[in-house]
């Protein structure tokens, strides 16, 4: 295979991703990866303020995106967004589910033990995690099945793997996603189509919105304790930036993996190749 046939591999013109939780800071960074790529991209999310900020990212080739106001969890409004992608863009090829998150208050900490979490909270966070995945990709998939072919490609986390302390909720509903990952990669490719592949990532420790003064001091940007610790055990010795999840998104994306299907990849600098000692 020569260098023409290497970079046509990882050609997304013409294609149509979706990504929802688009406009978090891993998924607009992902979506103006593959924006860079050729890709038609359709932000999905229910808070779209961040976009405009996206879009300036994305320039000149801002108007391969479209921001559509979505939520995971209520199967109606992902039904509404499909439409409108499909009179966008004309077609899906492929569903990056990045929407997920956690609650401080389905957290322990020294304030709140195990026995004292609220029911309704850590509900939410499995049903954002998991409903939040399952459901986009029945929407999603069911047009993928009907040409027969295309990409779903869901992201854990390193808690699904060795679960984290504190995270309860999150670190269940992760292992429930790498688990639901490999049985709808099974059940898609004896149902409808070996064509139609679903794989995961499992970050490691990325710097967001919503862990950047669990693991960093607000004030001083200092790693706080448990920052270093997760730190002390990482071999890389750092945080993950966006742009290192680009190489194992856009492989899962492309007809390079086109002979993968059902895997959950740690991006996580060794974290979980590490025991400790």
Same mark, same amino acid.
Not at 18 to 47: H, K, M, P, S
Not at 60 to 88: M, W
Not at 168 to 195: C, D, E, G, I, M
């Given at each position: 295979m020569d260098s023409a046939e290497l970079n046509h591999l990882y050609d997304f013109s013409g294609k149509t991703v979706v990504i929802t939780g688009g406009t978090g800071i891993l998924g607009g960074e992902i979506a103006c990866a593959l924006v860079g790529c050729g890709a038609n991209v359709a932000i999905l999310d229910r808070n779209l303020d961040p976009f405009q900020h996206i879009k300036d990212l994305m320039e000149p080739r801002a108007n391969q995106a479209v921001a559509i106001s979505a939520d995971v969890l209520n199967v109606e409004s992902l039904g509404k967004a499909a439409?409108?992608?499909? =009179?966008?863009?004309?077609?899906? %090829?492929?569903?990056?589910?990045?929407?997920?998150?956690?609650?401080? =208050?389905?957290?322990?900490?020294? %304030?709140?033990?195990?026995? %004292?979490?609220p029911a309704d909270v850590l509900r939410w966070v499995l049903d954002l995690n998991l409903?939040?995945?399952?459901?986009? @990709?029945?929407?999603?998939?069911?047009?993928?099945? =009907?040409?027969? =072919?295309?990409?779903?490609?869901?992201? @854990?986390?390193?808690?699904?793997?060795?679960?984290?302390?504190?995270?309860? /909720?999150?670190? /269940?509903?992760?292992? /429930?996603? @790498?688990?639901?990952?490999?049985?709808?990669?099974?059940?898609?490719?004896?149902?409808? @189509?070996?064509?139609?592949?679903?794989?995961?990532?499992?970050?490691?420790?990325?710097?967001?919105?919503q862990n950047r003064f669990l693991l960093t001091e607000e004030q001083t940007g200092k790693l706080t304790a448990r920052g270093q610790a997760i730190i002390s055990h990482t071999p890389m010795g750092r945080f993950g930036q966006p742009e290192d999840l680009f190489g194992a998104v856009l492989w899962l994306l492309s007809p390079a993996s086109a002979f993968v299907t059902g895997i959950v990849l740690p991006v996580d600098g060794g974290f979980s190749a590490f025991a400790g000692v």
């Amino acid at each position: 295979m020569d260098s023409a046939e290497l970079n046509h591999l990882y050609d997304f013109s013409g294609k149509t991703v979706v990504i929802t939780g688009g406009t978090g800071i891993l998924g607009g960074e992902i979506a103006c990866a593959l924006v860079g790529c050729g890709a038609n991209v359709a932000i999905l999310d229910r808070n779209l303020d961040p976009f405009q900020h996206i879009k300036d990212l994305m320039e000149p080739r801002a108007n391969q995106a479209v921001a559509i106001s979505a939520d995971v969890l209520n199967v109606e409004s992902l039904g509404k967004a499909a439409e409108t992608v499909r =009179e966008r863009f004309g077609r899906v %090829d492929a569903l990056l589910n990045a929407a997920g998150g956690n609650k401080p =208050e389905a957290t322990t900490s020294g %304030d709140l033990g195990f026995f %004292d979490l609220p029911a309704d909270v850590l509900r939410w966070v499995l049903d954002l995690n998991l409903m939040g995945t399952i459901l986009p @990709s029945q929407v999603f998939g069911k047009m993928m099945a =009907e040409k027969g =072919e295309g990409v779903i490609l869901n992201i @854990s986390s390193m808690s699904a793997i060795r679960p984290l302390t504190r995270v309860v /909720a999150y670190s /269940a509903a992760k292992a /429930a996603v @790498s688990n639901f990952t490999q049985w709808l990669a099974v059940h898609v490719a004896q149902q409808y @189509s070996p064509r139609i592949r679903v794989n995961a990532v499992a970050p490691g420790f990325f710097l967001t919105r919503q862990n950047r003064f669990l693991l960093t001091e607000e004030q001083t940007g200092k790693l706080t304790a448990r920052g270093q610790a997760i730190i002390s055990h990482t071999p890389m010795g750092r945080f993950g930036q966006p742009e290192d999840l680009f190489g194992a998104v856009l492989w899962l994306l492309s007809p390079a993996s086109a002979f993968v299907t059902g895997i959950v990849l740690p991006v996580d600098g060794g974290f979980s190749a590490f025991a400790g000692v």
